[in-house]
């Protein structure tokens, strides 16, 4: 676990990552349409699902878990694991698509849609930014629209089963629409900003949004 004023880690693959954001890697400089190709720009298909995060796995229980809600909302939230399981539940089926060209079709998550953490923490007027701040030092920002997606949850289950820790359990949160970075891993805590205020992989060549179709990859795209 780190705490907010340690540095986030780094690795050689996060270094790699770094790289190829500086190189352009990856880029086919083609754009498409979600309706019209499932797949998008650049990407090829996996079966299997690989891990990918900083190195370093965060073990939290279901039982020390707790999800944090705060900044520019009328509500501030503070669950523990049965007040976030008493919330409404959601089903949703997704494709993945990491910003290292893998996608994996039909993904089936379970847990709280975001649309349903909106109504229950009510984003004040000036809300226009998410942070997602989770267990390993990492971060990662979204604008609310994006959070808001009709398909983007807070996914405590994956297949039927509780999801694993290496995939980001007991919770992470799940936004289909956009590369999988934004997608955060070991969910602690979710801040509602006025201002953008970029994550781990934003600072480091990534790309604000991260629009797959649109091939959104890294900034100055
Ligand atoms: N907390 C946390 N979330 C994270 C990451 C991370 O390093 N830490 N990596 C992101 C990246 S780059 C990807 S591709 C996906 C990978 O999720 P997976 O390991 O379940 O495939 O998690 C995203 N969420
Ligand atoms: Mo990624």
Do not use: A, C, F, K
């Given at each position: 676990m780190t705490?907010?004023?340690?540095?986030?880690?780094?690795?050689k693959l996060t270094r790699s990552k770094e790289r190829w954001a500086r190189e352009g890697r990856f880029l086919t400089g083609k754009t498409a349409r979600p309706e019209e190709q499932r797949l998008p720009p650049g990407q090829h298909l996996t079966r299997d699902w690989p891990v990918l995060?900083?190195?370093?796995?965060?073990?939290?229980?279901?039982?020390?878990w707790r999800l944090d809600v705060y900044g520019a909302v009328a509500n501030s939230i503070f669950w523990n694991w049965a007040e976030f399981t008493a919330q409404p539940q959601a089903q949703f089926l997704s494709d993945i698509h990491c910003v290292t060209t893998w996608s994996r079709y039909d993904n089936r998550w379970e847990g709280l849609a975001t649309r349903d953490l909106l109504m229950a923490c009510q984003p004040r007027d000036e809300a226009r930014f998410v942070v997602l701040h989770s267990h390993d030092g990492y971060t990662t920002n979204l604008a609310l629209e994006d959070f808001a997606a009709e398909d983007a949850l807070l996914a405590h289950s994956w297949s039927?089963?509780?999801?694993?820790?290496?995939?980001?359990?007991?919770?992470?949160?799940?936004v289909p629409h956009l590369y999988f970075w934004k997608s955060a891993k070991w969910l602690q805590s979710i801040e509602f900003l006025g201002e953008d205020a970029p994550g781990y992989w934003e600072v480091r060549g990534?790309?604000?949004?991260?629009d797959p179709w649109q091939e959104q990859r890294y900034s100055g795209d």
């Open positions: 705490d907010d004023n340690d540095q986030p880690p780094t690795s995060d900083l190195g370093l796995m965060p073990r939290i229980s279901r039982e020390r039927g089963q509780p999801l694993e820790e290496e995939h980001g359990g007991p919770v992470r949160l799940v990534y790309h604000h949004r991260g």
